[in-house]
């Protein structure tokens, strides 16, 4: 029993000999681990710190670069904005002497077309100025026709009526020549029947006789005073014909 209690206090002499070893060795390496820690950061700071600072510096060249690259771009740019500019003003300079040449050859042609038309246009006027005095010709000589017509036939309708009234004239004094030349044999039949009548020499002398003569010879005056108005008709008639050119 002693025996093995001493083995036990002996065994745990032990342990407490071992457990003081290990708390030293726990803090050792926890001292140990802390110091690697802090090291560590320090390393892991520097190493850090010395890639964020290469990593800024080819952040910084890779900016300088692109500030190069965007002076060179605007360069470049401006560059072919001048050159574009400049291509555009030359073919709008082009474009504008081509159009004041088309201007002014169209200007030409129409100067051409307006002397041509002030030509025809002169010519025009005097074929108008023509035209109007060979109508005021016509017109006057239409004038002339005119009255020449209606003169014309004013003397077609005088001549027509003197024609017909020298007809009917004529025609009345060829029955009074016929009823003359009858009254004439009638009345010296008439004649000799009344001086037998009023000598009483023959029974077969009719009485009125002698006023049938005193008619014929009264009808026979008018006729001859008619046959006279007729030819002083006629005269007049014949007269106004040599008057009017008929």
Not at 67 to 75: A, G, P
Not at 156 to 182: D, G, T
Not at 186 to 203: A, F, M, N, P, R
């Amino acid at each position: 029993m002693n025996k093995q209690n001493d083995t036990e206090q002996f065994e745990g002499d032990d342990v407490v000999v071992v457990e003081e070893r290990d708390k030293r060795t726990y803090t050792y390496i926890i001292i140990a681990c802390l110091l690697g820690l802090a090291l560590g950061g320090l390393i892991g700071s520097a190493t850090t710190a010395k890639k964020w600072e290469e990593t800024y510096h080819q952040l910084e060249a890779q900016y300088q670069q692109l500030l190069k690259d965007k002076k060179q771009l605007v360069i470049r740019v401006e560059e072919k904005v001048a050159k574009v500019d400049e291509q555009l003003a030359e073919k709008l300079e082009t474009e504008l002497t081509e159009q004041k040449e088309q201007y002014k050859q169209d200007i030409e042609k129409l100067e051409e077309l307006v002397a041509e038309l002030e030509k025809v246009n002169l010519s025009l006027e005097s074929q108008v100025a023509t035209q109007v005095e060979t109508i005021a010709n016509a017109d006057s000589q239409n004038s002339r026709l005119n009255r020449q017509a209606d003169m014309q036939a004013t003397m077609f309708e005088r001549s027509r009526e003197l024609f017909q009234k020298e007809l009917r004239i004529q025609q009345e004094v060829e029955n009074l020549e016929k009823e003359k030349e009858q009254l004439l044999s009638i009345i010296e039949s008439l004649k000799v029947q009344c001086d037998t009548y009023l000598e009483g020499t023959s029974w077969d002398a009719k009485s009125d006789s002698c006023d049938r003569q005193d008619e014929a010879n009264s009808r026979l005056s008018q006729i001859n005073q008619m046959l006279q108005v007729h030819r002083m008709d006629l005269k007049q008639i014949e007269a106004l014909s040599d008057e009017l050119g008929l």
